[in-house]
């Protein structure tokens, strides 16, 4: 602990508080996350131990690097690269980068799932932003090494926004397409300027607020979800996307449609999105 | 995880050297015979296999504790932290990894103390499991770093069900190699041979006790077969060992010539005694 000066607290993190701090000898800025550990309790918390071995494995200049684990009496510290702010500090200097951010999420979030990590946890605050504009994936507490035998997952994961119709309806079987949906959640948001696309109050609301409701030809299963709910006598299905998203051009508008299909089958994958239109002008490197 | 083995810190950091292991073992055989020295390690996988039984964890979950273990003694002295504390605490750490949830420390340390005294009573006579769960947890910190947060590890498992079903021999070979594969982790194999291969050593042996001809199978692969007959000679030793050794009489004398921790405490104070001391560095 005493090879890092503490410098001030960022925030409070799912299991700890997080400082930003600075190396003695080096001069490097980290930022420390503190995980607390009740005496007599489970030890070192599930969701600290996934974080670390999960990115452990995952070594990906967008992903947030995990430089060291430390641990002192009764308390354990996890080291990360510092990064100056999240993406929802970020949206209003980003005007006209949306593609450039978005390829890079696209780009982190192929990598997990190239290593069978799904993140579950996408949303604006787990996005970082380093000092040269690169983006990070942060905050593994939730994240899942998965196998190939599919298994039951939790469905109480990923926060409410970014949450998938199926998720919502009470799959426990999901893979990638569940980062995906939260991806295209993000991606309007920072189209809009930083305005949550979906912002529902509750579980019902939620569904009500995501577009068209599912039919039977476009997604035949929904209908055997544990908590299916009917929803085609809704008002207001099928709102176009150039009202949702005025400001995103055709292409990005038809990359939305892709991150946003309700059936998880038909969402893309983060590998297929990299490759889309949208991203033509930027340079190749962006994609590589 | 299967198709990413290669990319891992399993196959990048944790693979390491006969030699190495070797090499580091020097300073335990300066008190114990080799031979000795795998026996107290057999019998301590023994215990997490019968703790693992007790708590009903899956095969899985008691294949990782055996590697945490294994990894640990890999680069630490038996003098370094009781065999007897860090046998549950890898259990412990893995049933958390393999994201089986929390096991309540009560059920856990009535569990260490049942398997103690009814199980491993031939070597620990009268005694109960003399850690606290305090105890357990700071232990899970050592381990932790130890295996520098090393904590997703592959077994031979997966690999074994694919090539079965790949050789079509379900029936004949499968359970067979599934035990010899149980068997291999009492052994080093799992430090330093990649799981498909410990795979294909033990269908390699299965199929030699079955009599079944793989002959051609095995051609088809290309693979390495020194290294699959170097695993099967390992897997070998063992049996070997087993043949002229009882376990229930010859552990106590083994244990009492072991170099033990500076402080190991008794069943007479149980968590009454200073905390385990730290691995050197």
Excluded at chain 2, 11 to 24: K, M, S, T
Excluded at chain 2, 56 to 67: D, F, H, S, W
Aim: one cysteine or more; charged letters at 25%; hydrophobic letters at 40%.
């Amino acid at each position: 602990m005493q090879k890092y000066e503490k410098l001030e607290k960022i925030g409070e993190g799912t299991y700890g508080t997080v400082f930003k701090a600075k190396h003695k000898e080096t001069h490097e800025i980290v930022a420390l996350k503190r995980v607390r550990l009740d005496e007599d309790d489970e030890g070192i918390p599930s969701s600290a131990l996934r974080e670390i071995c999960i990115l452990k494995e995952l070594k990906h200049k967008n992903i947030v690097r995990l430089h060291d684990v430390m641990h002192s009496e009764r308390r354990l510290t996890l080291v990360f690269e510092y990064c100056d702010q999240d993406l929802k500090k970020y949206f209003d200097s980003c005007q006209g980068e949306v593609d450039a951010a978005v390829v890079k999420l696209l780009r982190g979030l192929a990598f997990c799932h190239s290593r069978n990590v799904l993140h579950r946890d996408l949303k604006p605050q787990n996005l970082l932003i380093n000092k040269d504009g690169e983006l990070k994936l942060a905050d593994f507490g939730l994240a899942r090494a998965f196998g190939i035998p599919v298994r039951c997952y939790s469905a109480e994961v990923v926060t409410l926004w970014y949450r998938p119709p199926d998720v919502l309806m009470g799959a426990k079987l999901y893979s990638t397409s569940i980062d995906m949906w939260s991806a295209g959640c993000i991606f309007a948001e920072m189209a809009n300027g930083g305005r949550p696309l979906f912002p529902g109050n509750d579980i019902d609301d939620q569904l009500r607020r995501i577009l068209s409701p599912p039919s039977e030809e476009t997604w035949p299963n929904a209908v055997k979800l544990p908590d299916y709910k009917d929803f085609s006598n809704i008002q207001g299905g099928a709102v176009s996307f150039a009202v949702v998203v005025p400001k995103l051009s055709a292409a990005g508008r038809d990359l939305l449609q892709k991150l946003l299909v309700l059936n998880p089958a038909h969402r893309i994958s983060a590998e297929d999105a990299m490759r889309h239109p949208f991203f033509a002008d930027l340079s190749p490197s962006f994609r590589a | 995880m299967a198709a990413n083995f290669w990319l891992s810190s399993h196959c990048n950091q944790w693979l390491l050297d006969r030699e190495e292991i070797q090499l580091e073992r020097q300073r335990d055989y300066q008190y114990l015979k080799e031979e000795d020295y795998k026996k107290i390690h057999i019998f301590f996988i023994n215990f997490i296999q019968a703790l693992g039984e007790h708590l009903k964890l899956r095969q899985q979950v008691i294949a990782t504790a055996t590697l945490y273990y294994k990894r640990f003694y890999s680069r630490n002295s038996l003098k370094s932290i009781d065999s007897l504390l860090m046998a549950p605490t890898c259990t412990y750490l893995a049933h958390k990894t393999e994201e089986c949830g929390v096991i309540s420390n009560t059920r856990f340390t009535a569990g260490c103390n049942a398997v103690v005294k009814n199980k491993f009573s031939f070597a620990f006579p009268g005694e109960q499991f003399p850690y606290r769960m305090t105890q357990v947890l700071e232990c899970e910190f050592f381990l932790l770093e130890m295996m520098d947060c090393c904590l997703i590890v592959y077994h031979p498992y997966r690999p074994l069900t694919q090539y079965v079903a790949d050789l079509g021999m379900e029936d004949a070979i499968l359970p067979i190699a599934w035990r010899i594969l149980n068997d291999s982790l009492r052994t080093d194999v799992s430090l330093i041979y990649p799981p498909y291969q410990i795979a294909l050593a033990a269908i390699y042996m299965a199929c030699v006790i079955q009599q079944k001809d793989s002959k051609q199978w095995f051609a088809d692969l290309s693979v390495d077969m020194d290294k699959v007959l170097e695993i099967t000679q390992e897997i070998l030793q063992l049996y070997e060992l087993w043949k002229s050794y009882d376990e229930r009489t010859e552990i106590c004398s083994i244990l009492s010539r072991a170099p033990k921790p500076k402080v190991r405490p008794t069943s007479a104070t149980p968590g009454q005694t200073p905390s385990p001391v730290p691995p050197e560095s």
